[in-house]
Structure formats: C-alpha cells, structure tokens
C-alpha cells in the first residue's frame, strides 16, 4: 500500500516564533514530512490520508498528554504531510486548549503557481492556524532560502515529528523531500543533543493499515453495511 514516489495573526518578519523562542514552558513540535505525490495520493478521500492522519493523531496526543505547558505545532506549507498535521492538530485544539498552530512559508508568494484547489486549502491553513509568517519576504530567489528556512524551523522547534521513512531512500540520485530535513535535522542534533527527532516509518503506517482495514471489516459486519 504504501510506496515512495480562521483566526489568526501574521508576524510577518516572524518575531511571534522569536518569542516562542525565549519561552522555556512551552513545547515547539515541528511537524512534516513527504509531499502528497511522493506517496502516490492525488486526492484527500485516499485512504492513505486517513491512515496518516489516524498516526499523526496518535503521535501528537502521546506527545500533548505528557506535558500541561503550552504546546505549538509548527509546520511547512506544502500540500501532504504538513496539511494532513496542521488539520489534525487544529482538530485536537478542541481536547487540548493547551495546543496551539503555526503554518511558517519558507518565502513570500509560496505557492502561486499551484492549481486553483491548491491554492485555496493553502489559504485555508493560513486562516486556521494561531500564527503565520514568512521567513523570507522576498519571491522565490534561490535555494538559499530554503536553507535558511530548514535552519529556521530547527531553531525553533524542540522536537521534529517527521513522517519519513529512510530506508526508502534507495535512489542515491534522487530524494524525496524529507531527506533533506532529516539530513539537516540530525546534522542539527550533533551540535544540540536535547533535539529530539521521531520518525513515523512505513512499517508503521501499513500496520495502521491493516488496524484500519480490520476495524472497518469488523464495523460492516456489525452494522451489515
């Protein structure tokens, strides 16, 4: 099943995480992971998002049910994993007061040239979450930028929750997405070692795969649909 291939305010030049930053009661959660065609899902009603979101709904009450403090979920704009994480943490904001969203573009004008659906859930994330900003304030100038923003997130966050599997990484040539982060992340930890990173791997999505599957069986033998 599973292969590789509202209300809020804008801190524009994004001094509202800088004082997240100078804030030791409160924990940072960076959020992301594959991008939606890299794991071959072109449409939210795959059964993939569900099983995705079902892990990351597990994951992030683990993590909330350890702590009373603030807790912030920080994540990346791209459609995928990040998405799916900022609609389940938005989801449990209603459990946990506590939890708080902050959707963080790596540069200004992220995303113009998405298709129209795309660009509306981009603008949905934006309205949905606690905090939004923009690392860069300038278009798209090189990658650079996208160095800077890795940098960013690492620096503000305590914690990375990473749905990425390594082992999937078979093509020297060619990476997904997330192989970048967690190269950057663990390079990251070498010279902070409270960092804590925590992978979400494809045997565990296909074991919540099958958990799914099972208890949908079960449900249609109950309820005889």
Known sequence: MWYIIANNRSFGDVRGLN??????TMRRIWLTGYRSYELGVFEDK????????????ERLTQLLNQTEDEV?????????????GLEVANELKVDYPQLKTSLIMPFAEFGRQW???????????????DYYGEVSNLPYQGPEQLRRYQQFLMEHSDYLLMVFDPEQELNPDQHAKPYWDYQGAQSYQ?????YEISLIMMDELQEAAENWAEQQREDAET???
């Open 19 to 24: 004082d997240l930053e100078r804030n030791k």
């Open 46 to 57: 795959d059964t993939k998002v569900t099983v995705i979101k079902m892990v990351l709904t």
């Open 72 to 84: 912030w979920v920080i994540a990346g704009p791209q459609m995928g994993v990040e998405r799916w």
């Open 115 to 129: 298709n129209e659906s795309n660009q509306f859930k981009l603008q949905q994330m934006v309205a949905q979450v």
């Open 190 to 194: 070498a010279t902070a070692p409270d």
């Open 223 to 225: 309820y005889g649909e």
